[in-house]
């Protein structure tokens, strides 16, 4: 059974930091392109960065040069630190997990950004 964990979220002032970890379990995680998502209220979920097994990582322009993600491959873990949040990053974050075409998603962690 796969099984993904997010942790990490919380309230922050703008400016502020937080990171967000993904344990993952019951799949091949080295071979797995690793992903976290946003959705904001009454918006679609949208990437915010993704990450492959051999750790090459493409990331939203609206989070370029604030977000970072990274994975360990012998821990079955995938992190976004995040630094200079702002109120609109808002949202509950999903991690998900893309392996042989299928998608597997964490229950999500709500992030709350205070001006």
């Known amino acids: 059974q796969v099984q993904l964990v997010e942790s990490g979220g919380g309230l922050v002032q703008a400016g502020g930091s937080l990171r967000l970890s993904c344990a993952a379990s019951?799949?091949?995680?080295?071979?797995?392109?690793m992903g976290w998502y946003r959705q904001a209220p009454g918006k679609q979920r949208d990437l915010v960065a993704a990450?492959?097994?051999?750790?090459?990582?493409n990331y939203a322009d609206s989070i370029k040069g604030r977000f970072t993600i990274s994975r360990d491959n012998a821990k079955n873990t995938v992190t976004l630190q995040m630094n200079s949040l702002k109120p609109d990053d808002t949202a509950v974050y999903y991690c998900?997990?893309?392996?042989?075409?299928?998608?597997?998603w964490g229950q999500g962690t709500q992030v709350t950004v205070s001006s």
């Open positions: 019951g799949i091949n995680f080295r071979f797995a392109m």
């Open positions: 990450i492959t097994g051999g750790g090459s990582a």
């Open positions: 998900k997990a893309t392996i042989i075409s299928r998608e597997y």
